[in-house]
């Protein structure tokens, strides 16, 4: 399996643009996760989709972001518009729900999209 | 949502050495998972530990979990300089999350 795909792998934008940050879950996985890191704030959970349901997006940080998930092999999340204290690392990563939840999704993680808003 | 806190935030140690970080977390859980994240790069998962283990080994790491202090700790043996990276550990959750991670340097 080639794993979670995210693109770009690198983006460098001007504020007030668009940016639009692609990923494709593993095959056959049922949850999405986009993550953003910086060096102030660490690792962020934004928004979880579940079986392409949104699920909790209350990490999202203002109206100018959005997530998508139109099938279960594609997301997407939009910054619109973009701004310089957008620039981060954003992950995505993909797991199996199970219904067992005692043993609790494993994530898989992609390898990241950097952003610089300039 | 929990996540888990670990300890120190920074450790330095020579290569060869052992490099132990650790974890405290709020409620009770059914397992723990423990992460690494070389710079750069998205997380890998280690290992998971469930509630009812008190130690598991997976080739150079051992985990230990105590469930009474709600913690658990990560010990790296034989440290090499790929080692170095940050670790997280993961309290589960209907999602998880990350902790601000410890940062592991192994100097060769």
């Known amino acids: 399996d080639a794993g979670v795909i995210q693109s770009p792998r690198h983006e460098v934008t001007e504020m007030g643009q668009e940016v639009t940050l692609r990923c494709k879950p593993i095959?056959?996985?049922?949850?999405l996760f986009w993550y953003r890191q910086t060096m102030m704030r660490g690792l962020e959970l934004l928004i979880y989709f579940n079986n392409n349901v949104p699920i909790d997006d209350s990490g999202m940080p203002e109206d100018r972001f959005s997530a998508k998930m139109p099938n279960a092999s594609f997301s997407t999340l939009k910054i619109q518009p973009s701004e310089p204290r957008d620039s981060a690392v954003y992950f995505c990563?993909?797991?199996?729900?199970?219904?067992?939840?005692?043993?609790?999704?494993?994530?898989?993680f992609g390898p990241g999209t950097r952003l610089l808003v300039l | 949502s929990q996540q888990g806190e670990e300890d120190p935030q920074a450790l330095s140690i020579q290569e060869g050495e052992n490099a132990t970080m650790n974890c405290s977390y709020k409620t009770s859980i059914n397992n723990l998972q423990w992460y690494r994240q070389n710079s750069g790069r998205g997380l890998v998962h280690l290992i998971l530990i469930r509630s009812n283990e008190r130690e598991k080994h997976s080739g150079r790491l051992r985990v230990t979990l105590d469930t009474s202090k709600k913690s658990s700790s990560l010990l790296i043996t034989a440290s090499r300089a790929a080692d170095t990276a940050s670790y997280f550990c993961?309290?589960?959750?209907?999602?998880?999350?990350f902790g601000p991670g410890t940062s592991l340097s192994v100097i060769p």
């Open positions: 990563a993909s797991s199996l729900d199970l219904e067992d939840r005692a043993l609790q999704e494993t994530q898989y």
């Open positions: 095959s056959g996985h049922n949850s």
């Open positions: 993961a309290p589960p959750n209907d999602k998880v999350i």
